[in-house]
């Protein structure tokens, strides 16, 4: 490390999933502990695309407060870089200390205590990474290899080694099924520091590759060929002893009375949370049938083609199946904001269990191979297949809008349709090169 001054960054992560915010002296970060960094309103309505949605709620006036959450600090100072990689997470509130409405973090905050408070669970989750390496000069080798990994030794090692000692707990990195794609996972956390992890781990691993000369991008679809980089939600229920409650030898495929009803509120809301946790018009290009992503409000067995994946667990040697048991949500990838994906899924599920709903079919076999008829019994209804249709979706789903404010819902919806706006024209090679270049 150099002489340079040390630099903490506070965070938020906006609608476009893009996470801005400021730096100060890490001699004086403690200072803007009780009293933020400013902030403004306006910045919610950054597209991707780095441009200010117009029309939008804000305009040129107003002021907010970032506030740092010293519990949410990572540091590391294995990505090459000259100085320390800082990040501390913040929460946007108002200039009297009072909450912001759109503050996504929040959101996320506020859908996880009204879950404790109403049903005394605490959500248990880890998002597993897909991303793939552009411009990196490395021989290539057999998808999934031993030698795939090793020739990217020097990086893989490094990005384990910084999410380790930034405290991310990371479990494993491997080659994926694509050209030069990587996958990462870190292990579960309680609430909000899995969301949290989400986003430092996406930062890291764009460091370590930028200061390599290579670029990380985790866009769903880098081109049109290519295979997708999803975002897998995984979760699982604590009770408030913290014992794990997900699972039930005596239930369909496990699922115990909890878990079925929180599965059966996310496939009813589905399509309208599809935008929230599939975000832009790229994403849409991925959540097609047969591409090993999700297609369909489908609950299935420890089948990758399933929205909700009820995802296998070891007995080896006697093992309590119930420790590991967890249900994977297939329909995200990076364009999503970690904190609002987990916080609808959190607020869809949490509806199933107000309303006590019985555990819905868990499918096997091909939807695409059954009517419309037996589809619609078993309860297969074909997810959006635009961010249009997705918006539209949102829009027809008053339990969804419910979740939120009227000027976040404004907000939202104003930005993604600029958004589309500005793709216009092209075709679908050239769009998912725009997102290429920005995730």
């Known amino acids: 490390m150099s002489d340079l001054t040390a630099l903490t960054g506070v965070v938020t992560t906006d609608l476009a999933a893009v996470t801005r915010g400021r730096f100060v002296s890490s001699e004086s970060f403690e200072k803007t502990v009780t009293s933020g960094v400013g902030w403004l309103q306006a910045n919610l309505s950054l597209t991707p695309f780095n441009l200010i949605a117009h029309p939008n709620p804000w305009g040129s006036s107003g002021d907010l407060r970032l506030l740092p959450d010293p519990d949410a600090r990572y540091r590391t100072s294995n990505t090459g870089s000259d100085t320390a990689f800082d990040l501390v997470a913040g929460n946007l509130i108002e200039l009297d200390g009072s909450p912001w409405s759109c503050c996504t973090r929040t959101i996320l905050v506020n859908a996880l205590s009204d879950l404790k408070a109403q049903t005394g669970l605490s959500i248990v989750a880890a998002f597993e990474h897909e991303f793939q390496l552009l411009g990196a000069d490395i021989p290539k080798e057999h998808v999934m290899s031993f030698a795939g990994l090793r020739r990217a030794d020097g990086f893989a090692s490094q990005v384990m080694t910084a999410l380790q000692e930034a405290g991310l707990n990371p479990e494993v990195i491997i ?175 949490l509806e199933g269990l107000k309303e006590k709903l019985p555990c819905p079919p868990v499918h096997a076999g091909d939807p695409e191979e059954l009517s419309e008829q037996q589809r619609a019994e078993r309860g297969l209804r074909r997810l959006p297949e635009s961010l249009a249709g997705a918006l539209d979706e949102l829009k027809k789903d008053p339990v969804v809008t419910s979740w939120f404010s009227d000027v976040f819902l404004e907000t939202f919806l104003g930005l993604k349709a600029f958004e589309m706006q500005s793709l216009d024209g092209l075709d679908e090679d050239s769009i998912c090169a725009r997102y290429r270049a920005v995730y």
Request: some cysteine; overall charge positive; aromatic content about 10%.
């Open 175 to 349: 080659s994926e099924y694509g050209e030069d794609q990587f996958e990462v996972t870190n292990a579960p956390a309680t609430g909000v520091t899995a969301a949290d992890r989400a986003v430092v781990l996406r930062e890291i691993v764009r460091e370590i590759a930028r200061n390599r000369g290579w670029k990380a991008s985790f866009a769903p679809k880098t081109s049109l060929s290519s295979v997708g980089n999803g975002v897998h939600i995984h979760f699982s229920f604590a009770d408030s002893d913290g014992k794990a409650v997900t699972y039930d030898a005596g239930g369909p495929s496990g699922l115990s009375n909890v878990a079925a009803s929180f599965c059966a509120g996310v496939l009813r809301h589905l399509p309208a949370m599809t935008a929230l946790t599939a975000s832009s018009v790229s994403s849409y290009y991925r959540l097609k049938p047969h591409n090993w992503s999700s297609a369909y409000t489908w609950l299935g067995d420890k089948d990758r083609e399933a929205t909700l994946r009820i995802c296998p667990t070891v007995t080896i040697g006697g093992r309590d199946p119930g420790k590991s048991f967890n249900i994977e949500y297939r329909a995200a990838d990076a364009t999503a904001n970690p904190y609002l994906a987990l916080a609808a899924i959190v607020r869809a599920g």
